[in-house]
């Protein structure tokens, strides 16, 4: 295990193509084996040690509030006294995490929810992640990859479809990030970031998207990194793709289960 680090995972989007579920729920709430998939992501990072969250919030954010508010009672057997108040769990959680729930606004963009969590990481290295997907990317080798080019972000590339941000790489640096290209082939941002925490000052108001100009801009300045993982990765866009979870859960071979 590496030491400690702060985790960003962002929660807030909209959800708009998991319709099914995402009138009721924000999209990270929708459950993957009768847990939000946010909890399978913070389950993985836990389990190389990273145990402090930081969650930006936007659409229905009063619905994971609600969740890690009543965490235990949601998710063991207790007992209430109705005269005192008083509740006792009768199972241990096997969860040992700090969650900080912060409110980055309904209409933020990507970037806006990232720079809003600034106060909350100070000046530390952090890691940050999509609160929509599932990998089982090694968190010790990405880490010591950071460490060890000494540039100011990690994206962790990965070999999925057609439809999300490409890179161009010569060896492990990018020369090149598109956003959602039409006709996307090769590697692409599977989020698993590494930052640095100079990065934040490339953001500039809660309208900016990740993906474009900071992330561009990063690029530009030979300053973006790719961590390429060959392995598991999976997003949930679309009811096929929440399926397809449910499914590698059930099989109880689901490669991020730790």
């Known amino acids: 295990m590496g030491a400690e680090m702060k985790v960003i995972l962002l929660a807030g989007g909209f959800g708009t193509r998991l319709s099914e579920y995402t009138e009721s729920l924000p999209k990270p709430m929708v459950t993957i084996g009768g847990k939000p998939i946010l909890w399978h992501i913070m389950k993985y990072y836990a389990h190389y040690g990273h145990n402090q969250f930081y969650v930006a919030l936007g659409y229905k954010a009063e619905v994971v509030k609600d969740y890690f508010l009543h965490y235990r009672t949601i998710n063991t057997d207790f007992t209430v006294n109705l005269k005192s108040g008083e509740v006792n769990t009768h199972q241990q959680d096997e969860v040992d995490w700090e969650v900080t729930l912060v409110d980055t606004g309904m209409q933020s963009m990507t970037g806006g929810r990232v720079k809003r969590m600034k106060p909350y990481i100070c000046n530390e290295t952090c890691l940050l992640t999509y ?117 590698f859960w059930a099989s109880e071979k689901a490669p991020w289960k730790r």
């Open 131 to 247: 609160g929509d997907g599932v990998a089982d990317v090694d968190l010790n080798k990405l880490v010591a990859f950071h460490k060890n080019h000494g540039k100011m972000i990690t994206m962790t590339a990965v070999h999925p479809g057609a439809r999300f941000g490409e890179l161009e790489m010569r060896n492990e640096q990018v020369i090149s990030f598109q956003e959602k290209p039409q006709t996307a082939q090769g590697w692409i941002n599977g989020g698993y970031f590494v930052i640095e925490p100079h990065f934040f000052d490339l953001i500039e108001e809660d309208q900016t998207i990740l993906e474009r100009e900071p992330l561009e801009r990063a690029t530009q300045m030979g300053e973006l990194m790719a961590f390429r993982h060959d392995g598991f990765w999976h997003c949930m866009d679309t009811k096929r793709d929440r399926d397809n979870l449910e499914d």
